[in-house]
């Protein structure tokens, strides 16, 4: 061996040392090789839903957790540790952690609707229709620490990417209520017709998305301006709606009708229908894109999705009237 080959492997030798000393010391990369423990319940495409007709909670894999009449909509923690669910009809949110154990029954206002985590803060939002409120929900002690007024009839909410903000679909009003989360105070209102359902917003927090019943639209709403820049017409709804954690596509659900819609974020069109069943509602896309889960109401069934060929891949059969769900990681 010639010291020109020596010299190589002491200097090879050398560069993995130091390569695995910045892995060891790095304060970054170990968070990232944490990040990846922590987040492994989402890894594994962890599906949660209502099942409306059995006051319960479901999850992909058949377990089910019982609950409280009239489950309606359920919101997961990022890391899938987290569930939470409201009870319509007893003004209640359930929290369950991930192996489905009961962690509280939590009262909020009337008529309880849209349930949201927030991506960062031990925060939850819930969206009370007969009261006209949001209740603000501590997730480490399951109390409620606040009551924002919003306006007539809040339907669901969502947080922007970076949680300063979020906004809140009044269909008693035809608006977006805004609401800054470090004061919880409402800010803005966002003028949009007819009956705003749900509602979704693109990674980038350019584009707030509303499903609107009364128009049977989308409307694709400028955050920049607060202006309407277009209406996608969908199906009948009401509507569930969901932006890919990619921000691709859009995802419409129509539950009058047997359809999901897809729509093109990058050209704001309908580019196909796809029938599922009647009564789809509840849909989100798993947190890699591969997937989009459909609860179908009157076939008591979710429906898996590939977004590749966007065609059936499964249908699995659940309790009754599965009717939102969760997908860790997708907000």
């Given at each position: 061996?010639?010291?020109?080959?020596?010299?190589?492997?002491?200097?090879?030798?050398?560069?993995?040392?130091?390569?695995?000393?910045?892995?060891?010391?790095?304060?970054?990369?170990?968070?990232?090789?944490?990040?990846?423990?922590?987040?492994?319940?989402?890894?594994?495409?962890?599906?949660?839903?209502?099942?409306?007709?059995?006051?319960?909670?479901?999850?992909?894999?058949?377990?089910?957790?019982?609950?409280?009449?009239?489950?309606?909509?359920?919101?997961?923690?990022?890391?899938?540790?987290?569930?939470?669910?409201?009870?319509?009809?007893?003004?209640?949110?359930?929290?369950?952690?991930?192996?489905?154990?009961?962690?509280?029954?939590?009262?909020?206002?009337?008529?309880?609707?849209?349930?949201k985590i927030h991506p960062f803060?031990?925060?939850?939002?819930?969206?009370?229709?007969?009261?006209?409120?949001?209740?603000?929900?501590?997730?480490?002690?399951?109390?409620?620490?606040?009551?924002?007024?919003?306006?007539?009839?809040?339907?669901?909410?969502?947080?922007?990417?970076?949680?300063?903000?979020?906004?809140?679909?009044?269909?008693?009003?035809?608006?977006?209520?805004?609401?800054?989360?470090?004061?919880?105070?409402?800010?803005?209102?966002?003028?949009v017709e007819k009956l705003p359902?749900?509602?979704?917003?693109?990674?980038?927090?350019?584009?707030?998305?509303?499903?609107?019943?009364?128009?049977?639209?989308?409307?694709?709403?400028?955050?920049?301006?607060?202006?309407?820049?277009?209406?996608?017409?969908?199906?009948?709804?009401?509507?569930?709606?969901?932006?890919?954690?990619?921000?691709?596509?859009?995802?419409?659900?129509?539950?009058?009708?047997?359809?999901?819609?897809?729509?093109?974020?990058?050209?704001?069109?309908?580019?196909?229908?796809?029938?599922?069943?009647?009564?789809?509602?509840?849909?989100?896309?798993?947190?890699?894109?591969?997937?989009?889960?459909?609860?179908?109401?009157?076939?008591?069934?979710?429906?898996?999705?590939?977004?590749?060929?966007?065609?059936?891949?499964?249908?699995?059969?659940?309790?009754?009237?599965?009717?939102?769900?969760?997908?860790?990681?997708?907000?």
């Open positions: 061996m010639t010291t020109v080959d020596k010299a190589a492997i002491v200097w090879s030798i050398g560069i993995v040392v130091i390569a695995v000393a910045i892995s060891i010391y790095n304060p970054s990369l170990q968070q990232a090789s944490d990040e990846i423990v922590v987040n492994s319940p989402v890894l594994k495409n962890d599906i949660f839903f209502t099942l409306q007709g059995d006051d319960s909670v479901g999850r992909i894999n058949g377990e089910t957790f019982d609950a409280g009449p009239k489950m309606t909509y359920i919101s997961s923690s990022s890391d899938g540790e987290l569930i939470l669910a409201t009870s319509s009809a007893s003004d209640t949110v359930f929290a369950f952690d991930n192996d489905g154990n009961n962690l509280a029954s939590i009262k909020v206002g009337k008529t309880p609707k849209g349930v803060e031990h925060i939850a939002f819930v969206a009370n229709e007969n009261s006209g409120s949001i209740s603000v929900m501590d997730t480490q002690t399951f109390q409620v620490t606040k009551e924002i007024p919003v306006g007539t009839i809040p339907h669901n909410l969502i947080f922007s990417p970076n949680g300063n903000t979020a906004y809140v679909t009044l269909q008693g009003e035809d608006a977006v209520a805004v609401i800054d989360v470090n004061s919880l105070l409402v800010t803005d209102s966002i003028s359902h749900n509602l979704d917003i693109s990674p980038d927090g350019k584009y707030l998305f509303t499903a609107n019943i009364g128009t049977s639209d989308v409307a694709v709403i400028d955050l920049n301006t607060k202006e309407i820049i277009k209406r996608i017409s969908v199906s009948t709804g009401h509507h569930g709606i969901d932006v890919s954690p990619d921000g691709k596509r859009v995802y419409v659900s129509g539950i009058g009708s047997n359809l999901v819609n897809v729509i093109d974020v990058k050209t704001l069109k309908l580019i196909k229908t796809i029938p599922v069943g009647d009564g789809p509602h509840g849909l989100r896309t798993s947190l890699d894109n591969s997937k989009l889960y459909v609860g179908v109401t009157g076939t008591n069934e979710i429906v898996i999705i590939d977004t590749q060929n966007l065609m059936i891949q499964e249908n699995i059969p659940v309790g009754n009237v599965p009717f939102w769900i969760a997908s860790p990681g997708n907000y």
